[in-house]
């Protein structure tokens, strides 16, 4: 059975950036990504807001950049799912889809998946005026009317800081009552840039190349209606890429990994980074200095238990 000094399970700027400091550090390790590299980035137009291109630079572009930085390193590159985490007090065993393999360390940084609403328009529209990262995108749309879906704390705290860069929010909300907290709803309620619309859901986007409004539906009066805009934020929740983690895990109420700010889990010798922690701020640069961190701490590690 193939043994790692480290194994990193994910190939997005958590992991590459994990591999990274790890290789430069002489470490043997093993990296598995179930697809091919890239990881979230891949799925993203054009990024605005990582230090270093003030021009923007398209998705795919940035993983070529940081993936050409693996490349004078000689590693296990492992193209398989992991599906399970045996842990153990010196070696942890990672079950993937046929086989195993061991590991002293292990680096989790397997990201997150926004929730979609699974309505048509939606994939094809996605980068095109569907998001789901106020952060990301929402400084495309500067001084244009756009909508924001949802009703949890998410969909709140997302609408009141795009409300700073926006000109109007139309807060689009299938029932008639908010379920976030209520600090939030004071404040989007007393917000002269959103307009939320109850009792309302959204059944297609529409637009040829981009997007150009939004046919809605009142679940109440089952009235239709057309809603023109060019920008639509989905905030409808966010899923850890888990199911595999060891039994002893620690994650919060949605499954995200706790971590210390060493990017420590509960588990000795099992480390997180990125998207699949438990925390706020999720972006390609938030990812990479996670994932940093956390083969840092990995290195330490080792060298206080061999
Ligand atoms: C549409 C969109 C636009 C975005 N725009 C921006 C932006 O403009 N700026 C910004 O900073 N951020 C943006 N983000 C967020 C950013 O992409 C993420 O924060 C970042 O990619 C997180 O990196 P990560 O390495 O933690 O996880 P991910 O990028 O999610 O990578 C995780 C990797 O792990 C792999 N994996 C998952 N489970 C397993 C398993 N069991 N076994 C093996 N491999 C597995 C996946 O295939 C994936 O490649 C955007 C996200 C999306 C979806």
């Known amino acids: 059975m193939k043994d790692y000094e480290s194994l990193i399970i994910g190939g997005g ?3 590459i950036t994990a591999a990274l400091y790890l290789l430069r550090a002489g470490i043997n390790i093993g990296w598995v990504e179930k697809l091919a590299p890239g990881g979230q980035v891949l799925m993203t137009e054009d990024i605005e807001n990582y230090p270093g291109f003030p021009e923007g630079i398209k998705g795919y572009e940035l993983i ?3 993936t050409a930085h693996l490349d004078p390193f000689d590693f296990d590159k492992i193209r398989d799912e992991v599906v399970g985490i045996e842990a153990h007090p010196s070696t942890h065993k990672v079950k993937l889809s046929e086989r195993e393999v061991t590991a002293k360390t292990v680096i989790i940084c397997t990201g997150a998946k926004w929730k979609h609403l699974g309505i048509p328009g939606e994939d094809r529209l996605m980068g095109r005026g569907v ?4 952060l990301c995108d929402g400084n495309f749309f500067r001084n244009q009317d756009v909508a924001c879906i949802g009703g949890g704390d998410t969909a709140l705290e997302e609408s009141l800081y795009l409300s700073k860069l926006v000109r109007k929010i139309y807060l689009i909300h299938r029932r008639d009552a908010f379920r976030g907290a209520k600090v939030y709803q004071d404040k989007v309620l007393n917000n002269p840039k959103i307009e939320v619309l109850y009792d309302t859901i959204a059944t297609e986007f529409k637009g040829d190349t981009d997007l150009e409004g939004i046919s809605l539906k009142n679940v109440k009066t089952q009235d239709e209606s057309f809603l023109n805009v060019n920008g639509a934020f989905v905030f409808i929740g966010l899923n850890p890429a888990g199911g595999f983690y060891p ?6 109420s949605l499954g995200f990994i706790k971590t210390d700010p060493e990017m420590m889990t509960n588990v000795p ?3 997180a980074a990125g998207d699949i922690r438990s925390k706020h701020c999720r972006q390609v640069s938030t990812a990479v200095g996670d994932g940093a961190t956390a083969a840092y701490s990995a290195q330490f590690y080792l060298e206080q238990n061999s």
């Open 13 to 15: 700027p958590a992991g």
């Open 64 to 66: 070529d950049k940081l």
């Open 131 to 134: 998001s789901y990262c106020a």
């Open 247 to 252: 039994k002893e895990m620690e994650t919060d």
């Open 269 to 271: 010798g099992i480390f």
